[in-house]
């Protein structure tokens, strides 16, 4: 099965600072790739995602990179603010019949005024 | 409702007492997934549901973990005489389709504590 390695598991920031966290995977066949963003004790919620068939992907402040041949894809917050302060989970699944996500351990984002 | 719905949102167990956990998921959404998240820990799935049908349950980590949904809305997860190691939190979350659509809307989730 898929298995998705997230690193770091906390980040620490100044405002304004950029954050990047990064995610491996190991089924080639995956091709949708979601973030999600849960603040303490409530639910995760999808901040942006990627599919297979693009490099990269812009939101405003979040951006996501995907690099097929090596497995890997990175989230990137710029301009950081204290509301940003989080756990970011990066998921990985195939995108055909029922999608099962399979999760990143979770990055801890501390964002400091 | 505007979202997926979970309740309780917290519950205490007795070792070795049954509970039942609820999920109202968005109105209308076909897939219907269950997640454990354990303290510090990425959700893990548990099992799948489109429609009443489960598809999948291969996450269930023994057979007193049962789930429902009869009517291809709500569903139930159901774990029997627990554990200690079945404390985490609980999440539900659904999806507009089965195929080629997977944002999946996440519940708050019930925190489960056995003691």
């Known amino acids: 099965g898929e298995n998705v390695e997230q690193h770091p598991s906390t980040l620490s920031v100044q405002e304004g600072d950029s954050a990047v966290i990064k995610c491996t995977y190991s089924d080639s066949a995956s091709n949708y790739f979601p973030w999600y963003k849960q603040e303490l004790g409530k639910r995760p919620q999808l901040i942006i995602d990627i599919r297979s068939n693009v490099g990269e992907k812009k939101d405003q402040r979040i951006a996501v990179t995907l690099n097929k041949t090596a497995k890997h894809f990175s989230l990137h917050i710029t301009e950081t603010q204290p509301e940003d302060s989080a756990v970011y989970f990066c998921?990985?699944?195939?995108?055909?019949?029922?999608?099962?996500?399979?999760f990143g351990k979770g990055t801890m984002l501390l964002v400091s005024p | 409702g505007a979202g997926v719905s979970q309740s309780p949102r917290y519950k205490v167990a007795k070792r070795g007492q049954d509970v039942a956990l609820r999920c109202d998921p968005i109105s209308g959404h076909v897939s219907l997934f269950w997640y454990q998240q354990a303290l510090g820990q990425g959700p893990e799935f548990l099992t799948y549901?489109?429609?009443?049908?489960?598809?999948?349950k291969s996450g269930l980590p023994s057979d007193r973990f049962f789930a429902e949904r009869p009517e291809g809305s709500v569903s139930t997860l159901k774990i029997q005489r627990t554990q200690q190691e079945d404390s985490a939190v609980y999440l539900c979350?659904?999806?507009?389709?089965?195929?080629?659509?997977?944002?999946?809307?996440f519940g708050q989730g019930t925190r489960l504590t056995v003691v």
């Open positions: 549901f489109q429609n009443e049908a489960q598809l999948d």
């Open positions: 979350a659904s999806s507009l389709a089965a195929r080629g659509w997977p944002e999946a809307f």
């Open positions: 998921a990985a699944t195939l995108n055909s019949g029922y999608s099962t996500l399979t």
